[in-house]
């Protein structure tokens, strides 16, 4: 079990101009594995809103965040640059992962700068912004995703068995 929050940002989401389909499709996959979706919400392509919506639930003690948006190359994507901002350390392996992953589907995968990385004890882990794309990208990270936040709550240092 773990407790996770989930950021959609979207421009048009934020304003109602677009009903988000990302976001239930993550919560979907997370309540699959056990998670517990505490917290939601949709916020504009807006470095503040999104720094504040990842500082603020990552410092009550989340296990997980995944936000979904603003990860390729337009001029409003800067959900990697928000991200990078609030956490304290990178896990490149994971958006590595899933770019090696999503260049078997589609050659626009190379364009993802999706990142993810650790605020505290709190996974964050960026994922694009359509369900499709959400559901490819936890795929990938399914199979690590216990044992990291294992891992960030200090639960378990033994390497699982192979």
């Given at each position: 079990m773990f407790t996770a929050a989930i950021l959609t940002i979207s421009d048009k989401g934020a304003s109602g101009?677009?009903?988000?389909?990302?976001?239930?499709?993550?919560?979907?996959?997370?309540?699959?594995?056990?998670?517990?979706?505490?917290?939601?919400?949709?916020?504009?392509?807006?470095?503040?809103?999104?720094?504040?919506?990842?500082r603020r639930w990552a410092d009550e003690g989340l296990d997980l965040i995944i936000t979904t948006g603003g990860t390729g190359v337009g001029p409003r994507d800067i959900t990697p640059e928000a991200t990078l901002a609030v956490v304290d350390r990178l896990v490149p392996g994971i958006a590595e992962a899933m770019r090696a992953e999503g260049l078997k589907v589609t050659p626009h995968a190379m364009l993802s700068r999706a990142v993810a990385g650790v605020r505290g004890r709190c996974l964050i882990i960026n994922l694009p912004g359509s369900p499709k794309a959400v559901r490819e990208g936890l795929a990938v990270v399914r199979p690590a995703l216990q044992h990291a936040i294992e891992l960030l709550r200090g639960e378990f240092t033994e390497h699982p068995p192979a």
């Open positions: 101009q677009r009903v988000d389909r990302s976001g239930p499709a993550i919560q979907e996959v997370l309540l699959s594995l056990g998670g517990s979706i505490t917290r939601s919400d949709i916020v504009p392509d807006e470095p503040a809103a999104i720094q504040d919506r990842l």
